[in-house]
């Protein structure tokens, strides 16, 4: 799908998106009680996936609305031996499930994109080896069984904290008390706290001080009506182009961000008016998925220096290496080292060419608000359904000017 703009500056309102890290884990929990519901969901790729995947797992799941779902029935137990759980190229679903499965002991198989795939998983092989379980790659496949067991863990801080999460999620199931322990630096520490607290809302004390976790194992998830929250991360997008029409007479509004949460991405906005306001140094560590929207605001706003951006490479592009090669062609200079990230421009210029999105949904919102302003042609836009399905009906409502062609 290609996407077409006009140089146009939104205004009105608009609401963000639900929240996909808060999504996946609220279901996934949810799938854990009996009976739960679920509500304030949009159907994105990933969401979808981890949908797909709970029920080959033996969830039950009914759509009630077009935004909740009835919710729960999964256990290890019923678990079907062989099962085979499609994640699409969903990162969360994938690293989320696994340990699920490996405590269940049961033969499982997991299919994804090849890029999904080629993303690191060695921290659970190596628990996988260290206790005896299989773990298996086969091209776009990867079959578990065994391999997790209650006990003591030390992850490292500087890797996914997806990691963590599944972790966390697993051992809630365990039959004893577990404990993880996250070395430092203890990158994206604010997506481990969602999961504490989800985990908690549904019923499951998790304990602990600093960097290390106490999952008390032997619990039983509670039935909960859960709403999940708006997203930082998508609404980072929608504030960049509130930023751009700041001037108008119609300044563009953006509604149904959390006031308090634990979601890392919520410094979105101090970060984009900290940078509208002169300020060039930033450290996205917490908050890598912010990265792309804030290199596309940073060559609007003449340059930034990043820190903290080693883990783009292994998203789903090498969202350094993609921002590099695309802002290039409207008029700036991207410097991509080994965890840092220097973006140099003197003016926005109309691409060059047709921009590529990547295959990645965060490239193609972030080239977007650029396009805004300069005009342009988007290539591969239908990524934006992986988290953010119809951003281009939210924007085009808020009075950008773009043509799509399927």
């Known amino acids: 799908m290609k996407v077409r703009f006009f140089p146009t500056v939104a205004h009105g309102t608009v609401c963000a998106p639900p929240s996909k890290s808060v999504a996946h884990r609220a279901l996934i929990c949810g799938a854990l009680s009996k009976c739960s519901t679920v509500s304030g969901l949009a159907w994105s790729e990933d969401i979808s996936a981890t949908c797909d995947c709970l029920r080959a797992m033996g969830a039950k799941i009914e759509r009630l609305s077009d935004d909740t779902v009835a919710i729960g029935g999964l256990t290890l137990a019923g678990i079907p031996d062989g099962a085979v759980l499609p994640c699409r190229e969903s990162g969360s679903t994938l690293r989320f499930l ?37 773990f298996r790659r086969e091209g776009q496949q990867i079959t578990v069984c065994g391999g997790l067991k209650v006990g003591e863990y030390e992850i490292a801080g500087n890797i996914s904290s997806q990691f963590i999460t599944g972790l966390l999620l697993a051992l809630s199931l365990a039959d004893g008390e577990s404990r993880v322990r996250v070395t430092e630096p203890f990158e994206s520490r604010s997506y481990t706290d969602i999961t504490v607290d989800v985990l908690r809302e549904y019923g499951i004390p998790v304990g602990g001080e600093g960097n290390e976790f106490v999952i008390p194992g032997r619990r039983d998830f509670s039935d909960l009506a859960y709403t999940v929250e708006g997203d930082c991360s998508n609404a980072a997008f929608l504030e960049a182009l509130a930023l751009l029409s700041s001037r108008s007479f119609d300044p563009l509004r953006v509604t149904g961000v959390p006031e308090k949460t634990s979601q890392g991405d919520r410094v979105y906005y101090e970060m984009l008016h900290e940078m509208a306001a002169g300020r060039k140094e930033f450290d996205v560590s917490d908050c890598p998925d912010l990265a792309p929207c804030l290199f596309a605001m940073a060559a609007f706003y003449g340059g930034a220096h990043f820190t903290g951006t080693a883990r783009l490479a292994i998203k789903e592009s090498d969202r350094g290496a993609a921002m590099a090669e695309e802002l290039a062609c409207l008029g700036a200079e991207v410097t991509v080292g080994a965890n840092e990230v220097t973006v140099a421009c003197e003016g926005l210029r109309e691409p060059t060419r047709v921009l590529n999105g990547h295959n990645d949904h965060r490239i193609v919102m972030a080239l977007s608000v650029l396009c805004t302003v300069t005009g342009g042609e988007i290539d591969g836009a239908e990524a934006v359904a992986k988290s953010y399905p119809d951003f281009f009906e939210v924007i085009a409502g808020a009075g950008i000017a773009l043509e799509i062609e399927q």
Not at 98 to 117: Q, Y
């Open 98 to 134: 696994l340990p699920i499965a490996m405590l269940s002991r049961k033969m499982v198989h997991f299919t994804g994109s090849a890029r999904l795939m080629e993303r690191p998983l060695g921290i659970y092989e190596e628990i996988s080896a260290r206790q005896g379980g299989l």
